[in-house]
Each structure stands twice: as structure tokens, then as C-alpha cells.
């Protein structure tokens, strides 16, 4: 059993992304790698051998190559695309092939061949059954694994969260749209799953965002260009240099959730009054144990049983880092202004060995080494609730739009052509699809928010809220059960929604729980499943060649 659990391949497909890991312990690991789908195509190849194909670091490579001048000697290919109404489409069986054989021989570096790896395979939601097939097909006959347990993100998202019964929403990344899904006694529903938002995913929220930092601060243009000596800006430049700064924001967590829109925040009013007390009961547990009276004093076995001592502590270094840094600055230690790097600025150069430095001593720095960046960064989550925003994004909606010149926005110049419904709202959608009353009250009560990228954070901010908390209240119109009436004492006889985040058990997931929490299902899956042999939940190489790749469709459910 140890060394069948050793042995497990996790991959995680997306349109954009592989993300593969090798072996299932007592002590589960993050992803190995997280391999880019888009793949390199050689000049003068047809394509129909995966040795056409430049992958990973081998187009990394290459294209630096090109980059220094040199002679661009491929094409790029993505062998998955999103359609908007579909979804997840291959279009390119070979190249998608070449993705699979590079993470499995060369990135991971597997010490026994692939046919000693049972294998755990999850897909989007739309990923339609035919390619479900071909991708048996593919695994089997192609890379000679011997075992293999195919299913959806929204499966192994609830897996995570331990939630037999809940619904879904799985943030895609750029260009990928999101998907909702109502997941119902371990199986994903059938009627309601694959509603699709096409036009709400992170990179929507990175444009946004990048376009409200540029509108708090008019300078930034001349701040790039003067980091590389004043040359002006080409076409996209700025947009790119945004969009940098906002993917810097998000890994050192220093996006949170401020609204006038959404009613979060000091002074908001937008979707309802009551949207900034829920979120901030639901997302602000850390602050509801400190009193006004007697800042910092809580219930410590509270805050232990609750999990909340990483996010206090988190917080009082945050606040004490932040102070020091608007001080050094010239700013309000109170400003909630945060320094980014300029991403036109060149690497410091390294200290010499024998140089001494006085770490008590602030040290000084290059000014256009870094870009300040104020409250409006954390406006960041508003297309997915009142996605009518972007139409600030069309070239022609404003003169900060124009100079970012996302074309892609064109078409929400038109009031007619913006989204017309917000994640909230599609979950009720969802929910509404649910025939069965019992049904759907019950998946009704739990919310689980997952991403391809890293919009989606399962971890609570304090004393704002973050998404998955803020969508609570919204969702209360859309609850049927709601109506059940009230007992003797006043309290409502439904049971309250809850947002369930991945366990604080598991370590290795705690700063990425947001886009690791599917990949965590499918580890843990695939430790219950695959190592049962008994179990006739997945395929074996055996049942491919005797009954078909479409046999995993007749398998007993969980």
C-alpha cells in the first residue's frame, strides 16, 4: 500500500496549465511542476510527432534566444482553447501529447517506467465526454500507464473541502472564463453543472485592476520610463508593466476586497447595506476576538481551535511591516500605500563578498526601483460581482483606458454587449436548476471557491473580507429554504450557508489554497480509490483494451 501510494501521478489539466505531482504520503505535497500547455511548434515540422514540439524550458530557451536577436525558428501553439459557449476544447491531439510526455519524463523524472504509476487525471467541467475518451486513449495506449481515475474539478474541489454536497465556483485564468457547478452525494449534477461565465475569469480582474492603479496614479507611465532611462513607452508596454505589478500584488498577498460597489469597505453602498457586516462577520474572524477597549487581547483557545492563529500573527507582522515601510517612505503609517518593483528596473547589483552591511541601518534605494501603489488595488474582485465594470476597460470609455489600449474591451463599449450576471448570480442560477427541493436545499449550504490562478484564496482576510466570505450574503435571495420559517426563540429554521475553506492540516497547501485545493482532491482521491484494488471506481489498462475507452462511463459511482 506505501509503495502503491509512492508511486500515484496527480495531474491537474487546465487550458493553460499542467500541474503534476508524484507520490501520496502521510504528508501530502504541493504540485512538482506546473507546466504551460502552450507549446512551441519547430519551423519546417508538420506537427505530427510530439519531437516537433519545443516544451517547458525548451521554449522558454528558445524563445530567450529570440528575445537576444536571434532568428525566431517556431510558431507557438496552444493545444487547448476555451470556447464561450462550450469551453474546453483540444485542438491539437499531438501537441497536448508532447505536454504530457515532457511533465512525465523529463520534469518529473519518474525512476520506474510509467507503467508502475497508477494515475489520478482531473479536467474542467465542459471538457466534453469524447475528449474524456480520447485522453484514456491518449494515457493508456500512448504513455503505458496502468491505471488511471479521470474526473472534474468541481469532484476533487469538494473532496477538499470534505463536502459531499455543495456548489462550485472554479475561477478560471486568463482567457478561460468560470464555471459553476452543484456537486450532490459526491457526484456532480448533472442539470446544473456547466454554467459558464466566459467573460469573468483573472484575467479580467488583472485588466481591471491594472486600470484602476493607473487611474489613482497618472504618473506611473513616466515612472516605468525613467526606470530605463526615460525611453518612452511602446504600445502595450504600460498595460504589460500593470499587469506585472498587480501578479506581484497578488503573490506577496496584498490584495484584499474594499468596495463601494459591493458595500465592503468604510463608507461603501452598492449591493446592499448588509453585505459589509456579513462579509466582514464571515471574513473577519481574526478581528472579531480583539475588543476596542483592549486592542489585541482574544480568546486563545478560540483562535487555536478556529484555526486563526497564523492569519493573527500574520497580521500583527503585516501591520508592523507596513508601518515601518510608509515611514521609510514619507507616508501615513496608516496610508495603506505598499511599494511594488518597477518592472522596468534593473536587478540591484549583488553586495561584494567582503562588503559589510549594517542591517540596522535602513539602506538606500533607487527611487524608480519600485512603484507605489495605494488603496485601489484592493477594488481588484469587483468584475465578478457587477461585471458591467469592464466596460471601463474599452479604449473608448476613458483616456486612462485608451492609453492601456486592451482592444480585446472594444465590444463592452456597447452597454448591450456587457456580461449581465456576477458569480452571485450565476450560482443562484445553478442552484435554481436543482429540481429536487431536498437537493437543492442541501447543496445550497456550502460554498467552495477555486481557481486555475491565484484569484481565488480560501484563506480569510481580516478586516475586510475576501470572496468566497463576500458571497454569502449575496446568495441569500437566491435560497428556497430560507422561507422555512422561524422557531420559538426567533432563530430561522435554515441552516446558515458556509464557506468551507481546505483544512489548516494541511500545511503545504495553506498559501495556495485557492489554486492548489483542486490538485489537493485529487490526492486524496486517489489515495482512497486507487489504492483499494478491490474498487471498480477507476479504469485499468486491462479494462481499456477488453471494453473500450468509454468504459470508465459504466463504473460504480462514490
Known sequence: MVGRDELLLVFDLTSTLLRAGLGVTDLIRGPLIELPTRVGRMAGKAGTRVEDFLVGAQLAAAEAVTAAGGTRDFDIVDPIRIDERTGFQVTDWTALEAVFRYAIHTSLQLQRPPLAHPTVLSLPPSCPPAHVDQLHQLLFERLLLPQLFVSSRPFFAAGTAGATDCVVLDLGYRGEGSEVSVVRDNEVYEPASGLRLAALDEGVCDDYCALRIFEADSTIPAQLAAARGGAELAPGELANALRRMVGELKVRDLIELESPLLGVGAGAAGLGAGVAGAAGAAGGGAAAMQTDGDEGSFDVAKAIVEGKVQDIVKKKGKGKEDAATAAADGDDASSEFVRVANPFAPAPPAPAATAEIDLTQAQPQ??????????????????????????????????????????????????????EAGVHEAIGVALSMVEDAEARSAVGEVVVVVSSGRIASNREWAPRAALGPTLIPLLSPFRSDLAAGYDAEGQSLARPMRYVRTPEYFANFKERAGDWAVYLGACIMGKLILGDPQAKLFMTKADYATKGPSHYRRLEMI
Not at 501603489?373 to 469587483?382: T, V
Not at 469592464?390 to 456587457?418: F, I, T, V, W
Open 366 to 419: 533607487d527611487a524608480s526601483a519600485t512603484i507605489r501603489i495605494g488603496p485601489a488595488r484592493h477594488r481588484y474582485l469587483e468584475p465578478l460581482f457587477v461585471p458591467s465594470v469592464l466596460g471601463a476597460l474599452a479604449p473608448s470609455a476613458s483616456p486612462a483606458a485608451a492609453q492601456l489600449a486592451l482592444h480585446e474591451y472594444a465590444r463592452y463599449a456597447d452597454a448591450g454587449q456587457l456580461p
